[in-house]
């Protein structure tokens, strides 16, 4: 049997000191960096900070990101081998009939798969809830839709990004629909929702013209994200004399496919690769308008981030875009068949009508506050995880 790794919890006041067990214990396919993974790791941190014992769990390496647990929350590695590990299997269900959590908590498929079979005949069963992080199969790997819906019967309880994401899974007469909820991304409003001052001078950094209108995206260089929409038009636009500027923030292995075309497209002085950063807000802050190109999408924590930094946006119809915005109030949504003939036109019209762009900036800054703050994400996922509910043995 795998051993299980454990970082003890230290005693702290926000810890319930009559609680025998766990509240939830995440489990997770690895730590390294990445969307899914970092919004579970604060998620764990940020419920911690509100009293509930909390532990983390992962199958594999990397741990890039167990630096950012804090100690409050437990972490145990399941030294995971193999397609599927019988004896990472057992591990965790050793750590389930150790720490008693109330709820076990998969994030994403391949962990589902983990926790469904780890609980089945455990003495005292936890809720076990799937947070679905996948909307679209890849090519040649959709027979998996059938295995996870399989899989996914034995859950208590299923969460999705958004609406679209669950209708995806779920049709309208599907048993499990009833025992699915919603939970949207969230944004730190404290932390995105300041003021874009000193734009000119961050211009100035990264040696962009006070004047130019700069279009902007964040996320991974990679294939999926589709950032070669955005060099040509902006090779567009600017051979029309227009004073436009790209900055990508984010890294990958598109990067030098990128930098290829702009050099192609002769716009490599009016294109800025940041590299991946910790902190996105400098950049943010010398943008005019946030465009995310992707060919699949849930819901996006970088678009997020954009409209509490005031910013207009320009979405592929990917995942929840729909459900994030509405098209012409706080930005735009295009097919992505489409991007290539639209976005130099939308950018070109956001460029020259100040008044709209000003518009949409403030629309899209007031719908990240009234519907996707981290506070109410997190009070979500505190409410369903504090829910006494009886458990359904599906």
Known sequence: MASVE??????????????????????????????????????????????????????????????????????????????????????????????????????????????????????????????MNTTEMRRGARWKRGFYTHVLRYLDWTVYGCELQRDAWLSANSPMRPRSSVIYNG??????????????????????GENAFVVG?????????????????VADLRATGADVHLMLVGDGAL??????????????????????????????????????????????????????????VILTRTGGAAEMIEHGREGYIVDVADLPRQLPGLLNQLRLDNMLRTRMAAAASMRAQREFSWEGMLTAYQNMLGADEAVSHA
């Open 6 to 131: 454990a970082k003890l919890d230290r005693d702290t006041a926000s810890r319930p000191a009559d609680s025998d067990g766990l509240d939830a214990l995440f489990v997770l396919n690895n730590l390294g960096v990445g969307g899914s993974e970092n919004k579970i790791v604060r998620l764990a941190n940020a419920l911690s900070g509100r009293g509930m014992r909390v532990g983390v769990a992962y199958l594999n390496e990397p741990t890039t990101l167990l630096k950012n647990i804090d100690s409050s929350v437990a972490t145990f590695f399941l030294s995971r081998q193999g397609r599927f590990s019988l004896e990472a299997n057992a591990a965790l269900r050793q750590l389930i009939e150790q720490q008693c959590p109330r709820n076990v908590v998969s994030v994403n498929l391949y962990p589902a798969l983990y926790v469904v079979t780890a609980t089945r005949w455990v003495k005292h069963r936890p809720r076990i809830i799937g947070l």
């Open 187 to 208: 944004v730190d409003l404290n932390k995105f929702s300041a003021a874009r001052t000193g734009a000119t001078a961050q211009r100035a950094q990264y040696g962009i």
């Open 217 to 233: 995206t964040v996320g991974r260089l990679v294939a999926e994200k589709n950032q070669l929409p955005l060099v040509d038009a």
């Open 255 to 312: 990067r030098a496919t990128l930098e290829q075309r702009a050099a192609e497209r002769g716009i490599s002085s009016a294109v800025t690769f940041t590299g991946a950063l910790q902190d996105v807000r400098a950049a943010l802050k010398v943008f005019d308008v946030f465009v995310l190109p992707s060919l699949s999408e849930t819901f996006s924590n970088a678009a997020l981030e954009a409209m509490a930094m005031q910013l207009p």
